[in-house]
Each structure stands twice: as C-alpha cells, then as structure tokens.
C-alpha cells in the first residue's frame, strides 16, 4: 500500500522535475581558467594556487524516500547528529553521478533513477554550494548497508525524526515533504 505522503511527494516531484529529470541538464563543476588573475599575474601559473576567496567548491545531498514516505539519514562515524547522505563533487564529475557514488559508498545503494533537483543552496558558514536532490525509491530497502565513514544508516518517517538531525536535514526533509519551496541559503 503507498501511503499518502509518498503520493505527495511522488506527485510534487513528477510536476516540479519534469524539465529537470533529464540527464543533460546537470550541472559540472568548470575548471579554473588560466586568466584568473591577482596582482596583474596569473596565480596557475605561480605553481601557488588560486586564491582562497576564489576557490567555489560544490557539495551534493539527497533526499531519498521508500515506498512509505520515509526518508534515509546517515550518521558519520566522527560527527555527531544524522545527516542526508552526499559529499563533495569532484572537479572531474557530474553533480548527479557524485551523489550516485556518495549513495554507493555511504550505504551500498545504487542511485535507481535521475533524481530531481530540489534546490541549489547558499552554505554560509562553509563558503560553498550544495545541490540537494530528491529520490523516490521504487523498492523497500531493508538491507543497508553503513559503508565508509558512516556509523548507522536508517529510514525514519518524515514527521519522527530522531532528535539529533541537522537542522539543514531536517529543513530540506519539511521542504520536500510539504512541497514548499526552497529558499537560497543552507
């Protein structure tokens, strides 16, 4: 039986994702350009790197649901509190195929369609971007897997969360949920 959350949720995802559900339109971290420049010179060349205030770094999170409209959180092995699984995008890969392996390695899960972008977020106190996406898992999984760095992994339902969820998590997790939309800032 699929609970009513999961229609809404499945139902606010198909009308938001439809322009965003194709693979093309992903988004890739570009390389730094040799013309950035400080102090008239350019700093690639300098073997110094890029200046600090320069260097953008992108993360990536998901929001994945079962079939029962719970959602999955991670719990890191030397952070305390549970998070949404995803981190960091390499300079050499896509936004969506990071997050299939940020699933892969955190709790053995293969990223099982093209999720939906629900926003991409400001993170103040970090100085970077995160793009969180939203997942529909077609099948119960109750085999995961903790992989690497991770201490437990479980599905819990939108509205019981554990007490010690991110307050991001837990923001992105009401956002998706409701349906409401996405503000600028982490």
């Known amino acids: 039986m699929v609970s009513r959350v999961y229609r809404r949720i499945f139902s606010s995802l198909l009308g938001r994702g439809a322009a965003l559900a194709d693979p093309a339109q992903e988004f890739c971290i570009p390389r730094p350009e040799a013309d950035l420049r400080e102090h008239g010179r350019s700093r690639l060349a300098s073997n110094k790197g890029l200046a600090s205030s320069r260097v953008t770094s992108l993360g990536v999170r998901g929001v994945l649901f079962d079939l029962n409209g ?59 971007h995160v793009a969180c996406y939203t997942i529909v898992l077609a099948a119960e999984n109750n085999n995961l897997r903790a992989g690497h760095g991770i201490e437990e992994a479980a599905f819990f339902p939108h509205d019981a969360l554990p007490r010690l969820v991110s307050s991001s998590a837990r923001a992105r997790i009401e956002e998706v949920s409701t349906g409401s939309p996405a503000p600028l800032r982490w």
Do not use: C, M
């Open 70 to 128: 719970s959602v999955l959180l991670v719990r890191r092995k030397r952070v305390a509190g549970w998070y949404l699984p995803g981190g960091s995008v390499r300079t050499d890969e896509t936004v969506v195929a990071a997050l299939a392996r940020h699933i892969e390695e955190e709790v053995a899960l293969p990223l099982p369609a093209v999720p939906v972008l629900h926003g991409l977020f400001h993170h103040q106190r970090n100085k970077t």
